[in-house]
Structures are given as structure tokens and as C-alpha cells.
């Protein structure tokens, strides 16, 4: 089955389409064929040229829209990779083009997140099976359907959409996407709701971690879980700010088979600070990238 890498381009972030399709080209070099949708202006990118109904304001229109033309190239699964969500090292390419694909074949599997359910941000209450341990998402105790760069079966993406957009009244928001699909009640086929999993990102790695390493993340992951689980109970708004100030949720690197940040480039809105911090310790040359392609008007920019 043809595979591909579908990116939506939400209106307010074509700046970042060109940097996402640079860290691919180097730190996935050997990628499938990539396709952007969502962009006014398809001249310097393959991107699919918007139709003329097609509302930009509306991300999973959009994302439809791009699902529809990959199918009509023959595609049957694809990468979703949203533009913010850069490759920060070397991809495992033996995973992302021939381990997972075929995964997705034998299990069968209709979603297939990247992010790794071994990361801080995650327990694994649903069941963890296999020689690469996936996490198989059951809808009850770990949601489906994340966006974060994902392998997806076309057929499931498609019928996603449809779901999200039933409800004209969210504006076909990403953050709606999300939750109308991931909904334990969700209409989905069987095979769809029973197909969802998640990866061990540190054993897919292209650099794993050593055992020591290892140990560390268990530990790390305990002790933020049980820190977390404090928060609900601070009673004063200011206490939790400042909680989450030195208990920072989303200062998440994912070292998997496509190594990145959890939050991406941007969060609440501006620039994801977290992001910004990990590449100026370990990136500064694609901070800068990202600063200096960032429109000048943008409230995000001039707060840095």
C-alpha cells in the first residue's frame, strides 16, 4: 500500500511550512513522497492547490480536503505531520518506512501515534503488547487519536473528519478533531476503534537510550505523575502557576523513531518556550531559523 506524508497547514502558520519540509529533507532523507494542503501559495512547495471552496478557517475542511487528493494519488496511509512539529535529530528510517507500515499491516492497525507513551506526559494503563511493546489505545483509559505526528490509515483519517465536522458550531478546529475522534463513544467502525496504538518511542529509536538512561525515564515518569496528582488539589490559582512553573507539563523531548518536541513551535498560542529553550541548547541555528522566518507582526515574536 502506497505510503505518503499528508501536512495540513493551518492559515496563520504557513511560515513554518518551508522549515518542516527542510528538517524532513535532512533528518529523514530517504522520506516518502510528502504533500502539503492548507497553503495559499503552492509554488515552492508540493503542496495541493486550495479549491475555491475550501474554508481555511475551518483546519479539519482542510485536512479533508488533502485527505481526498492523497487518495486520489493512490496513497493508503500516511504520515500526519502538523507543520510545527519538526524532526530535531536523525529518524530511525528503517522504522518509520518498513517497521511500522508493516505493523500496521500484520496487526491490523488503523492508528499508529509516534509519540511515545514512555514519555513523562503518559501512563500506560491501556495494555502494552508485542515484541515493540505498542500500547494498544482503547478510547477508556488512554485517549485515540492524538495529533501528534501519527501513521494513519486514509480510510480512518477520512472517516475522523467526517466526525469532527458534524459539528459546524466547533469551526473544524484541531483542538475539536481531537476530542470529537478520541471520545469512547466515538461512531467509529470496530476495526477502527479496536486498531488505535501508540509506540515505545525510546526502543524505536535511532539512538536509544543506555539502561541507566532507562532507569532514569522510569523514575522521571513516576515521580512527575505523582507530583501531578497533587495539582487538582492546590486550592489558589497563583500556587498552581507557580507549581507548574518548576513542575513544567510540557517540557517534553521524545527521542523515537521521529525524534521531537511534545508541544511543537508554538503553544497557547505563542511560541512554545519549552521548544524554544530546547533549541537553544541543543539547535540555536534552527531557534534562529524559526525566529527570523516568524512574521514580524506576530505578538508571539516580539514577546522573545
Same mark, same amino acid.
Given at each position: ?6 501536512? !495540513?497547514?493551518?492559515r496563520d ?11 524532513? #529533507? ?5 522520506? /516518502? ?15 495541493? !492547490? ?18 481526498? =487528493? ?5 496513497f493508503? #496511509? ?8 519538526? &524532526? ?19 496487526? &491490523?492497525?488503523?492508528?499508529?501515534? @509516534?509519540?511515545? *507513551? ?30 501528534? &505526528? ?17 459539528? /459546524? ?8 478533531f ?5 471520545? /469512547?463513544?466515538?461512531? @467509529? ?8 496504538y ?17 532507569? *532514569? ?41 521521529? !525524534? ?25 541555528? @534552527?531557534?534562529?531559523?524559526i ?9 508571539? =515574536?516580539?514577546?522573545?
Amino acid at each position: 500500500m502506497k505510503l505518503g506524508i499528508l501536512v !495540513p497547514v493551518w492559515r496563520d502558520y504557513e511560515w513554518m511550512a518551508p522549515i518542516l519540509l527542510e528538517g524532513i #529533507r535532512v533528518q529523514w532523507p530517504s522520506h /516518502p513522497e510528502i504533500r502539503f494542503c492548507g497553503l495559499a501559495d503552492t509554488s515552492a512547495l508540493p503542496a495541493f !492547490p486550495l479549491e475555491s471552496t475550501t474554508d481555511r478557517s475551518n483546519w479539519t475542511q482542510v485536512l479533508l480536503g488533502g485527505v481526498k =487528493k492523497m487518495k486520489a494519488e493512490g496513497f493508503g #496511509r500516511v504520515y500526519l505531520i502538523l507543520e510545527e512539529h519538526l &524532526p530535531l535529530a536523525p529518524c530511525h528510517e528503517e522504522h518509520l518506512n518498513t517497521t511500522l507500515p508493516a505493523l500496521m499491516e500484520s496487526l &491490523p492497525a488503523s492508528y499508529i501515534s @509516534l509519540m511515545g *507513551w514512555d514519555n513523562r506526559r503518559y501512563t500506560s494503563r491501556s495494555p502494552v503488547v508485542g515484541h515493540h511493546q505498542l500500547k494498544h489505545l482503547t478510547g477508556v483509559h488512554d485517549p485515540r487519536f492524538h495529533l501528534h &505526528p501519527a501513521l494513519w490509515d486514509l480510510e480512518t483519517l477520512e472517516i475522523c473528519c467526517r466526525i469532527a465536522l458534524r459539528n /459546524p458550531e466547533k469551526n473544524g478546529s484541531a483542538w475539536h478533531f481531537e476530542k470529537a475522534c478520541a471520545r /469512547p463513544d466515538a461512531d @467509529l467502525p470496530q476495526g477502527t476503534r479496536e486498531g488505535c496504538y501508540q509506540i515505545r518511542a525510546s526502543q524505536m529509536a535511532l539512538r536509544p537510550r543506555t539502561p541507566l538512561r532507562e532507569v *532514569w525515564a522510569a523514575l522521571d515518569r513516576l515521580v512527575f505523575h505523582k507530583l501531578m496528582a497533587l495539582y487538582p488539589l492546590i486550592p489558589a490559582r497563583r500556587v498552581g502557576r507557580l507549581f507548574l512553573r518548576h513542575v513544567p507539563f510540557d517540557d517534553v523531548f521524545c527521542n523515537g523513531p521521529y !525524534p521531537m518536541f511534545y508541544s511543537g513551535i508554538m503553544a497557547k498560542g505563542g511560541l512554545n518556550k519549552y521548544f524554544m529553550n530546547h533549541l537553544r541548547r541543543n539547535n540555536p541555528i @534552527l531557534r534562529d531559523r524559526i525566529l527570523d522566518a516568524m512574521p514580524e507582526s506576530s505578538a508571539a =515574536k516580539r514577546g522573545m
